[in-house]
């Protein structure tokens, strides 16, 4: 079974913070990819970033972090120098393949976040 | 490139009633996902598509139909309309079924079932 958990349900930062949200995943597969989302207030899905199992090294775009250890079986998300506009709902999720040839992403619950002046 | 495109964005139905919520890609994707997200919680699959004329059961496929007469067509059809499908509505496509690959959402579909 596959199980994606985001314990924080919600985090609250001022402007400038940094903030690290985290994601522990379960699966029986070997070869395995990993997903963040983004949903801000306005409703929509955002792609974030993409991590595959057998790539281990963390991966820094601008302002944004990711820190993949297969050892802790954990994907977690830093926000660096936070911004009221980074203020959404974020999205962990693993992807499953299906017996039909499709793929369902597994999503957590995942974190609000929060960012104020 | 307007990439998923969903209709309506919002609707109110009563007990009964039945819907259909339009989905459309442009990026030529094979495979098409419906997904539906409760209050709190993440996605669930509800049906996807791996291409025209092909459709498949997700997790929660109870209440709902689906079509795949074209690419870049997936309409989720409703039938008796129950309280309990009160959520937000996500189309989704990716380009191959490699699980490399991302899956590009639509901007969501807002159902009230009163």
């Known amino acids: 079974a596959q199980k994606v958990t985001q314990a924080q349900t919600e985090i609250s930062v001022v402007e400038k913070e940094d903030v690290t949200l985290d994601c522990v995943y379960e699966?029986?597969?070997?070869?395995?990819?990993l997903f963040w989302y983004k949903q801000p207030p306005s409703g929509e899905l955002v792609f974030l970033i993409r991590?595959?199992?057998?790539?281990?090294q963390n991966e820094i775009s601008g302002r944004y972090s990711w820190n993949f250890q297969k050892s802790t079986s954990s994907f977690n998300f830093t926000i660096t120098a936070s911004q009221v506009v980074d203020s959404a709902v974020y999205f962990c999720a693993l992807i499953l393949t299906l017996t039909g040839g499709g793929n369902k992403l597994t999503f957590g619950t995942g974190t609000q976040l929060k960012v104020e002046l | 490139n307007a990439g998923v495109t969903q209709t309506p964005k919002f609707r109110i139905l009563k007990i009964g009633q039945s819907m259909t919520l339009q989905c459309t890609q442009d990026?030529?994707?094979?495979?098409m996902y419906w997904y539906r997200q409760d209050p709190g919680m993440g996605l669930k699959l509800i049906y996807y598509s791996v291409g025209a004329g092909i459709t498949d059961k997700g997790e929660v496929p109870n209440g709902y139909n689906v079509s795949r007469s074209t690419t870049e067509d997936f309409p989720l059809r409703l039938e008796l309309a129950a309280p309990s499908q009160t959520s937000v509505y996500f189309c989704a496509s990716s380009r191959t079924g490699d699980r490399q690959e991302t899956q590009y959402f639509g901007p969501g579909t807002r159902l009230l079932v009163l």
């Open positions: 990026m030529n994707h094979n495979y």
């Open positions: 991590r595959n199992s057998f790539d281990e």
């Open positions: 699966t029986r597969d070997t070869t395995y990819y």
